[in-house]
T-cell receptor, first 113, second 112 residues
Framework: ETGVTQSPTHLIKTRGQQVTLRCSSQSGHNTVSWYQQALGQGPQFIFQ???????GRGNFPPRFSGLQFPNYSSELNVNALELDDSALYLC????????????FGSGTRLTVV | AQSVTQLDSQVPVFEEAPVELRCNYS??????LFWYVQYPNQGLQLLLKYLSGSTLVKGINGFEAEFNKSQTSFHLRKPSVHISDTAEYFC??????????FGAGTRLTVKP
């Protein structure tokens, strides 16, 4: 059984650019959630996808968008990057919409300069 | 909406001493409760979870937590810590059918 894999592991972007982060969910999981973890803080919920549809969104602006594919993998897209977007982005997968506990990937460290 | 407060941002403790990391939550409905651990430059690993039933939950690495509904708490405990337990610990809450919300974290530092 494979876990959650995220790519890339590290990324440096310039302010104003766009970025796409990728996540492969754990085998058998059809729900993917994305979190932003700024340095020294707890993870903040961005949004969740269930069976290719957005199923909840946190307090993030529309320039944060996502997709989920038929194989349940997912992408997080961020447009018009700002310095404050620098953070560890975590992907978590689970089975169904009732949350019995997520399996997390190791994250993508995004640095905006 | 649900929320979580971790009462201590840092907890230093000597090796082989007991430790308690405190967590309080706020919700108007039934919740699931979780503790995760994060080692440097890694993702989050599930330590234990409370879904229903017994209020004392045992997890991995010798950790346990007790759900107290009247005090809306879910404190994490370990009777004897090791150097390898040094990490960031996150308490999280999920209302049934909703996403998971995390606390700000408690940095546990175990000293020799």
């Amino acid at each position: 059984e494979t876990g959650v894999t995220q790519s890339p592991t590290h990324l440096i972007k310039t302010r104003g650019q766009q970025v796409t982060l990728r996540c492969s969910s754990q085998s058998g999981h059809n729900t993917v959630s994305w979190y932003q973890q700024a340095l020294g803080q707890g993870p903040q919920f961005i949004f969740q996808y269930y069976r290719e549809e957005e199923n909840g969104r946190g307090n993030f602006p529309p320039r944060f968008s996502g997709l989920q594919f038929p194989n349940y993998s997912s992408e997080l897209n961020v447009n018009a990057l700002e310095l404050d977007d620098s953070a560890l982005y975590l992907c978590a997968s689970s089975s169904g919409v009732v949350n019995y506990g997520y399996t997390f990937g190791s994250g993508t460290r995004l640095t905006v300069v | 909406a649900q929320s979580v407060t971790q009462l201590d941002s840092q907890v230093p403790v000597f090796e082989e001493a007991p430790v308690e990391l405190r967590c309080n939550y706020s919700s108007s409905v039934s919740v699931y409760l979780f503790w995760y651990v994060q080692y440097p430059n890694q993702g989050l690993q599930l330590l234990l979870k409370y879904l229903s039933g017994s209020t004392l939950v045992k997890g991995i690495n010798g950790f346990e937590a007790e759900f107290n509904k009247s005090q809306t708490s879910f404190h994490l405990r370990k009777p004897s810590v090791h150097i390898s337990d040094t990490a960031e610990y996150f308490c999280a809450v999920s209302e049934v059918g909703n996403d998971m919300r995390f606390g700000a974290g408690t940095r546990l530092t175990v000293k020799p």
